[in-house]
């Protein structure tokens, strides 16, 4: 099993380090491990034409356009296709990050959008059960301020996988990948060491029992006609849109 | 009335920028218009310790606590304050934006990182209807490729605005902002000149409606105790988390 961890921290002594390097000394006895370390990288986040090695209309972006150019052609910048090979090669894909608003940091934002290209990984009808990266994994792994009792449906943040959706099923799972249980670090500024250190302990665990955890369910087109309308024999929406 | 409008397409022929140019003709006979285009600014959008003049913890970063040190002592990178002045003067805040993954680019991410900043804009019990921005209010105007049908319950994604929940709860909710209904330009790559200047009319037909629109409804505070778990007397939840 092929692990690629995208790392987005930007202290290098962070509690958020030390989850990725549980992940690698968890995986890296009996699995190949790809770390990237966005910040140490000084990964550029910012999509533009510059993406492009040979653009397919120089005069008007249209990025998507752009990146399934790119795709038949191999004409991506190189900081791109070094990412992009390092995803095609993964079976499973850990973001591990700190939520930021709610989200992934900008910079690990960037990358899934410089990355995730279209050609590739989707494009015209193929996305969520027939996207271009089905068959591959991916989990997100992630520290936050926030404690466990402020989420959920009577708190006051809501439920977390509403919050993520738009990683979750907007990216992974829109690219045909299956989502595997996140892992959440709560209230990481606030705790001590010893609480730390067995969050620690707890994300090994999360990893070596991920083989046995249900996966996450997203929608499926075979629910839709070819328009993206619901089918007829779906009428309530069993198909799990938005699920 | 100050509007800014943060606006961040790489393509300056683009729509989205069609659209930044309809709110400034719509706003500015009347208003103060002021617009950050963040791609023809060249924005930073990667949160780092260098966004502070003056460190207060040189040797760990945590950045929302350098955020708060910064707030107090006005020592933010010169970028940021610029944006910030901006921010605090406006009465409305519109971010202009083609939707990438369900979200905003990332430049436009790193924009909301490093210039909503703890200590001003939030910060301890200073969130959602106590967040530090109160009285502001903000509003999404996006392009997509989808079309309508492919969101709400029945939809392919599920409900729009639990995609975008991470930035109208999560972002501008969360910082006390009043939410303004966003509007959406569907299709947009695939539509006929007709139908985008269509589109255009019925964004300034939005924006000349704002002030009748209906508030978007988002958690307050009065529902939760000092340690944010739902108070006795909402038992049900009808304070609306998650709303």
Same mark, same amino acid.
């Given at each position: 099993?092929?692990?690629?961890?995208?790392?987005?921290?930007?202290?290098?002594?962070?509690?958020?380090?030390?989850?990725?390097?549980?992940?690698?000394?968890?995986?890296?006895?009996?699995?190949?491990?790809?770390?990237?370390? +966005?910040?140490?990288?000084?990964?550029?986040?910012?999509? =533009? $034409?510059?993406? @492009?090695?040979? %653009?397919?209309?120089? /005069?008007?972006?249209?990025?998507?356009?752009?990146?399934?150019?790119?795709?038949?052609?191999?004409?991506?910048?190189?900081?791109?296709?070094?990412?992009?090979?390092?995803?095609?090669?993964?079976?499973?894909?850990?973001?591990?990050?700190?939520?930021?608003?709610?989200?992934?940091?900008?910079? +690990?934002?960037?990358?899934?959008?410089?990355?995730?290209? =279209? $050609?590739?990984? @989707?494009?015209? %009808?193929?996305?969520? /059960?027939?996207?271009?990266?089905?068959?591959?994994?991916?989990?997100?792994?992630?520290?936050?301020?926030?404690?466990?009792?402020?989420?959920?449906?009577?708190?006051?943040?809501?439920?977390?996988?509403?919050?993520?959706?738009?990683?979750?099923?907007?990216?992974?799972?829109?690219?045909?990948?299956?989502?595997?249980?996140?892992?959440?670090?709560?209230?990481?500024?606030?705790?001590?060491?010893?609480?730390?250190?067995?969050?620690?302990?707890?994300?090994?665990?999360?990893?070596?029992?991920?083989?046995?955890?249900?996966?996450?369910?997203?929608?499926?087109?075979?629910?839709?006609?070819?328009?993206?309308?619901?089918?007829?024999?779906?009428?309530?929406?069993?198909?799990?849109?938005?699920?």
């Amino acid at each position: 099993v092929n692990v690629l961890i995208v790392h987005a921290h930007p202290e290098p002594k962070s509690f958020c380090a030390a989850m990725r390097d549980v992940a690698v000394a968890t995986f890296g006895a009996e699995h190949s491990v790809t770390v990237s370390d +966005l910040y140490a990288m000084g990964f550029n986040p910012v999509s =533009s $034409g510059a993406d @492009f090695l040979d %653009r397919a209309d120089p /005069d008007y972006l249209v990025y998507a356009l752009e990146q399934r150019n790119a795709s038949a052609s191999r004409s991506f910048a190189p900081d791109i296709q070094a990412e992009l090979d390092k995803l095609l090669a993964a079976d499973l894909v850990i973001l591990n990050f700190p939520i930021y608003w709610f989200s992934v940091p900008a910079i +690990l934002k960037g990358w899934i959008e410089r990355v995730f290209v =279209s $050609g590739l990984c @989707f494009g015209g %009808r193929r996305f969520y /059960d027939r996207g271009g990266l089905k068959g591959k994994k991916g989990m997100l792994a992630f520290s936050l301020g926030g404690q466990a009792h402020m989420f959920g449906e009577q708190g006051v943040h809501g439920p977390l996988d509403r919050m993520l959706a738009h990683i979750e099923q907007g990216t992974f799972a829109y690219v045909g990948m299956d989502v595997l249980p996140f892992f959440a670090a709560f209230h990481v500024p606030y705790v001590s060491q010893e609480d730390r250190e067995e969050m620690l302990l707890r994300y090994r665990a999360h990893l070596l029992g991920l083989s046995e955890m249900p996966l996450r369910r997203f929608p499926s087109l075979d629910a839709f006609d070819r328009n993206l309308r619901p089918l007829a024999a779906d009428p309530d929406g069993s198909a799990c849109a938005g699920c």
